[in-house]
């Protein structure tokens, strides 16, 4: 038997694959991997991962094995090294796997320049599935781990690892954008062309107030030449929702299943992974495009 | 038929419009369709209904515009339809206790009734399940006798007890699992209604009738202590 401990959770620590699915009409947000590029590039080093993920926010986590041997590989932007068994410390870089013994810890810094971090596990980390995904949705309490990890948190990884040849892959180019093309949202027509105008030309700030759930924005106010309040219908992640302060929000994987906010636009699916890495204070625009 | 039209949801998703008014013949609607397309097993991830609309979501572009004409030509077929009944009517005992009913005294101020009246009119009618939604296993009820429509909360309530039975405008709900939430509070039932472990996590589904039944504390307790899983709910409570 292997095993690991987690000697420092970090802030927001949780277990994410690539989503819950066939559960929202009963008010089960999706939610899996903030940055779903970063665990599939993952799936490249570590194939046997389990669709069972760890995602770090800013902080990373401390793990150390308790039991065996295991493989992992990280993945994202970080500092990250190796305290190893006898005291030395090792070097250590994202997408090369990692064969971590008895007494070894992996030190996860802090993610640079960037929000996410992921670490694959081969064998995956024993966990079973919860509505057929491992994905933790902290607000509703539903996951394999329905909370963000704590510290002393103990998994068993029953198999052995498979062998000990090092893969690694180039450095994904995961570039930084900062200006998004987006398409119309299903109430783009409660905004007024002066306020669409307003949308395109202006400049909005990601601020701290941002959560696996949404990423608020504030910049040029959007108020709604009819209502800020719908009936409440269906939505997906990446909807820009607009609120009654005119302050838009960007749903991310956490989404309430229905909302009652008009959606002036939305984004696609893989500017959700490369909006989820911007920190607090950067500056964005939107392109809205006109087909679809 | 109330069906207007299908439009593009972003780059991956669709919505089924059925116009802007609520009606429980609009959701019964909405409701039938939802059942239609889910049948159809289309490769979508989730098809969400509400009062009024159903939104339809895939992986992406290619497999959203391959599905659009199924979907279409699905609305459009007009055999009768061929689903069972397969909606259910519960009878639900609900608590109306002064320990629950946390904001009954709004509701009997407003419309000028009893408590005793809020609970008579709350507990007569057979309430239609509109859809499930704001949370894991949340239904939105209604509609309410014209009596006790009452606003949401001016101040939502950071922390409402689990099970609770709330007020919002037209509709009732009970709320799952503790929550914030800006409906007016006016008791509980005894017990869970979204249960992870079961095969079938959410008790109600879009679609079924819901009639609550006062109950005393004493009561209340008794149903509380034997804890019910899904399965005995279903045997036990629907009819």
């Known amino acids: 038997m292997n095993s690991i401990i987690i000697t420092r959770a970090g802030t927001h620590s949780t277990i994410q694959d690539f989503?819950?699915?066939?559960y929202q009409h009963l008010g089960v947000s999706p939610s899996g991997a903030m940055d779903q590029r970063i665990i599939t590039e993952l799936q490249k080093i570590i194939p046997n991962h389990q669709n069972?993920?760890?995602?770090?926010?800013?902080?990373?986590?401390?793990?150390?094995?308790?039991?065996?041997?295991?493989?992992?590989?990280?993945?994202?932007?970080?500092?990250?090294?190796?305290?190893?068994?006898?005291?030395?410390?090792?070097?250590?870089q994202p997408y090369k796997s990692?064969?971590?013994?008895?007494?070894?810890?992996l030190i996860i810094h802090n993610t640079i320049d960037s929000v996410y971090g992921y670490i694959a596990f081969e064998h995956g980390l024993g966990l079973e599935p919860c509505l057929n995904s491992y994905s933790t949705d902290t607000k509703a309490g539903i996951g394999s781990i329905n909370r963000p990890l704590n510290d002393k948190d103990i998994f068993h990884i029953s198999k052995d690892v498979s062998s000990w040849d090092l893969i690694s892959i180039p450095k994904p180019d995961l570039e930084k954008v900062t200006?998004?093309?987006?398409?119309?949202?299903?109430?783009?027509q409660y905004f007024s062309d002066n306020t669409l105008q307003s949308f395109?030309?202006?400049?909005?700030?990601?601020?701290?107030?941002?959560?696996?759930?949404?990423?608020?924005?504030?910049?040029?106010?959007?108020?709604?030449?009819?209502?800020?309040?719908?009936?409440s219908e269906g939505i997906l992640p990446g909807s820009i929702q607009v609120p009654s302060d005119g302050q838009p929000i960007v749903l991310m994987r956490d989404i309430p299943c229905t909302g009652g906010y008009p959606k002036i636009a939305i984004l696609n699916e893989v500017d959700i992974s490369r909006i989820s890495q911007l920190p607090p204070e950067t500056k964005i625009t939107f392109d809205l495009q006109t087909i679809y | 038929?109330?069906?207007?039209?299908?439009?593009?949801?972003?780059?991956?998703?669709?919505?089924?419009?059925?116009?802007?008014?609520?009606?429980?013949?609009?959701?019964?609607?909405?409701?039938?369709?939802?059942?239609?397309?889910?049948?159809l097993n289309l490769q979508s991830l989730n098809i969400i209904p509400s009062f009024n609309k159903i939104v339809v979501i895939f992986e992406n572009s290619k497999i959203r515009d391959q599905n659009k004409d199924?979907?279409?030509?699905?609305?459009?077929?007009?055999?009768?339809?061929?689903?069972?009944?397969?909606?259910?009517?519960?009878?639900?005992?609900?608590?109306?206790?002064?320990?629950?009913?946390?904001?009954?005294k709004i509701i009997q101020k407003l419309h000028k009734i009893t408590k005793e009246e809020v609970i008579n009119l709350h507990s007569s009618i057979r309430y239609y399940t509109y859809y499930i939604g704001f949370m894991p296993g949340f239904p939105y009820l209604g509609?309410?006798?014209?009596?006790?429509?009452?606003?949401?909360?001016?101040?939502?309530?950071?922390?409402?007890?689990?099970?609770?039975?709330?007020?919002?405008?037209?509709?009732?709900?009970?709320?799952?699992?503790?929550?914030?939430?800006?409906?007016?509070?006016?008791?509980?039932?005894?017990?869970?209604?979204?249960?992870?472990?079961?095969?079938?996590?959410?008790?109600?589904?879009?679609?079924?009738?819901?009639?609550?039944?006062?109950?005393?504390?004493?009561?209340?307790e008794k149903i509380r202590k034997y804890n019910f899983s899904l399965n005995e709910l279903i045997k036990e409570y629907s009819s």
């Open chain 2, 143 to 220: 509609d309410v006798p014209s009596q006790l429509i009452t606003p949401r909360l001016a101040t939502p309530r950071v922390k409402i007890p689990a099970r609770s039975i709330g007020i919002a405008k037209n509709h009732t709900c009970i709320y799952p699992k503790v929550s914030p939430g800006g409906w007016n509070i006016i008791g509980q039932i005894p017990f869970d209604i979204f249960d992870l472990q079961s095969s079938y996590p959410s008790l109600f589904l879009p679609g079924d009738e819901v009639k609550f039944y006062s109950v005393s504390l004493s009561e209340f």
């Open chain 2, 1 to 39: 038929m109330y069906f207007k039209g299908i439009n593009s949801y972003g780059d991956r998703g669709l919505v089924l419009d059925f116009g802007n008014e609520t009606s429980k013949s609009i959701s019964q609607e909405v409701n039938e369709a939802f059942l239609n397309i889910s049948n």
């Open chain 1, 98 to 105: 990692i064969n971590l013994f008895e007494g070894d810890e």
């Open chain 1, 19 to 22: 989503g819950r699915f066939q």
């Open chain 1, 200 to 231: 395109i030309s202006g400049v909005f700030t990601i601020t701290n107030q941002s959560d696996r759930m949404g990423i608020r924005l504030k910049g040029e106010s959007l108020i709604s030449s009819q209502s800020h309040d719908i009936l």
């Open chain 1, 52 to 92: 069972q993920f760890l995602e770090f926010a800013y902080v990373g986590p401390s793990i150390k094995v308790k039991e065996g041997s295991v493989k992992i590989c990280v993945g994202g932007n970080c500092n990250m090294s190796i305290q190893k068994n006898n005291n030395s410390q090792l070097e250590c």
């Open chain 1, 179 to 188: 200006n998004f093309k987006v398409y119309p949202g299903p109430q783009l």
């Open chain 2, 70 to 104: 199924k979907i279409s030509m699905k609305m459009k077929d007009t055999n009768p339809q061929t689903n069972k009944k397969v909606t259910k009517t519960w009878e639900i005992p609900a608590c109306y206790n002064e320990d629950f009913a946390l904001d009954i």
